[in-house]
């Protein structure tokens, strides 16, 4: 046997004859059982307000009030409480002001039946479920929306950004969009001129987009890998997501850094072995030479024996510096403060720095704590990083930047200038041994320089613009 739906009602009306008419009515309706209960007064409906009914019949005249006052009280209460005014005749302006305070519907007395009743009822009902769903599933998504920790906007079909989450505003900053302002578009923050067409062209379609991936300026007109979502969310409004690629490109990138060194340095040893030994029997055989031949021809031959001696000394030379750049280090840690060490290897290049007029800009973390280093090594890595963003930057204009962060369990130092830059296809080779675009110079400096950061544990990463200059970032894991 089906139990029947059982609907309360609360009926507001003055009139006891208007109850027992509408309660005839239900009376007659046999799919849903109605349970009606009646308060004649502003005063006595607000008393039973928390009595759970399910729906609110109030007529439009209550003595000295009105049915538009308990429509507020309601309201205040219950926001989609589903509520039917009843009114004595249909003006048109009642039921505007009524459905403005939130009523489902308007019934005039005397023009309705049972059925008519039943209906209003039952979707007055549906209504309210809806709207309560709806205000729920709103919360829900604007919880989403202001709590998510990725970038997440609302745009129209034209590219306006319509409204943003706070970690959008923490990584692309007010400028990027500014709700006192109508000129803030989605297509300014793609700097590159395939990706603005390929959303132009979404719009054209009316499509949507999943995982592309984009460059994306951000605030203080810096540009990060991310990808991108947009998903319609009706006929004119799109929802973007943007995910920063920028930390997982950075991680695989000290991955390939610290393959390519492990692969740099096994090449090295199979090369000095194949090397050295032939090379020890070259020098032994010029030192025979110089024995055994006879003095007039040793003469004829002018300084041959010198000339190969020199050069098996200097491949000897550079095989062996190859060797110990490519040679995870022996360290000598102890506590340092990094802010003092950048100091020291600045004392270093003074010299350099005042011949050029070059600025320094330093953004030390004041209460930055100590880490376990190698100092005398490490300061020999730093040195080498500032001579090269000496050595890049011009004279009296050179601008020096130096700034020592804490971040996500991580010592962070950034050594950047706003030199010519680096080309790059030579960014990719940089910590390459023999590496270099300096006229003079082994190219063995940053390979060293990457295998100090790599012995520490560490990671070292670059950046560059050409004409506008390179940083260097280093990190150092924190003692735990």
Same mark, same amino acid.
């Given at each position: ?18 109850? /027992? ?164 578009? /989605? ?246 041994? /023999? /590496? ?45």
């Amino acid at each position: 046997m089906i139990t029947k739906e059982t609907i309360r009602i609360l009926y507001v009306d003055d009139d006891p004859d208007d109850f /027992f008419l509408v309660s005839s009515l239900l009376k007659r309706i046999t799919n849903t059982s109605y349970e009606l209960e009646s308060a004649t007064s502003l005063e006595e409906s607000i008393q039973k307000l928390d009595d759970n009914f399910d729906l609110f019949l109030v007529d439009y005249k209550l003595g000295k009030d009105t049915g538009l006052e308990l429509i507020r009280e309601i309201k205040s209460i219950r926001k989609h409480a589903p509520v039917i005014m009843l009114t004595g005749m249909g003006t048109g302006d009642i039921d505007r002001e009524a459905f403005t305070l939130g009523a489902s519907d308007y019934l005039v007395k005397g023009e309705f039946d049972a059925q008519t009743l039943d209906r209003t009822l039952r979707y007055a009902i549906r209504d309210a479920q809806l709207m309560e769903s709806l205000a729920s599933a709103a919360v829900k998504f604007r919880s989403i929306f202001e709590l998510a920790s990725d970038p997440f906007l609302l745009m129209d079909d034209e590219g306006k950004i319509l409204e943003v989450n706070p970690a959008f505003l923490k990584k692309f900053g007010n400028k990027a969009y500014n709700s006192d302002t109508e000129n803030s578009f /989605f297509k300014d923050l793609l700097p590159e001129k395939f990706s603005r067409q390929e959303l132009e062209d979404l719009f054209f379609n009316g499509e949507e987009l999943y995982d592309m991936e984009a460059l994306m300026t951000v605030d203080h007109g810096h540009t990060i890998n991310s990808l991108i979502s947009i998903v319609k969310q009706d006929g004119r409004t799109y929802q973007v997501l943007i995910k920063d690629l920028s930390a997982i490109k950075a991680k695989e990138e000290e991955e390939l850094n610290l393959k390519k060194f492990s692969s740099t340095g096994r090449i090295a040893r199979l090369l000095a072995h194949e090397v050295k030994n032939p090379l020890t029997t070259i020098l032994l055989s010029a030192d025979q030479l110089n024995l055994e031949l006879p003095e007039h021809v040793r003469a004829e031959s002018g300084d041959l024996i010198d000339v190969i001696r020199r050069n098996c000394d200097r491949i000897n030379h550079l095989v062996t510096q190859l060797l110990e750049s490519t040679r995870f280090t022996e360290l000598d840690s102890k506590s340092h403060s990094i802010n003092m060490l950048l100091d020291e290897s600045l004392e270093h290049v003074k010299d350099r720095l005042e011949f050029k007029k070059i600025t320094i800009l330093k953004q030390y973390q004041t209460d930055i704590c100590d880490i376990q280093v190698d100092g005398e090594k490490v300061k020999i890595a730093l040195i080498n990083l500032l001579v090269n963003a000496i050595e890049a930057m011009p004279e009296k204009t050179g601008k020096l930047i130096l700034r020592t962060t804490i971040k996500n369990g991580q010592c962070r130092i950034e050594i950047k200038d706003n030199g010519e830059g680096i080309p790059k296809e030579n960014v990719e080779r940089l910590f390459e041994p /023999f /590496f270099t675009s300096k006229p003079t110079g082994s190219g063995l400096g940053l390979t060293n320089t990457q295998n100090i950061i790599l012995s520490h544990g560490g990671s070292i990463r670059v950046k560059s613009d050409v004409g506008r200059g390179t940083s260097f970032l280093i990190t150092f894991s924190l003692p735990s």
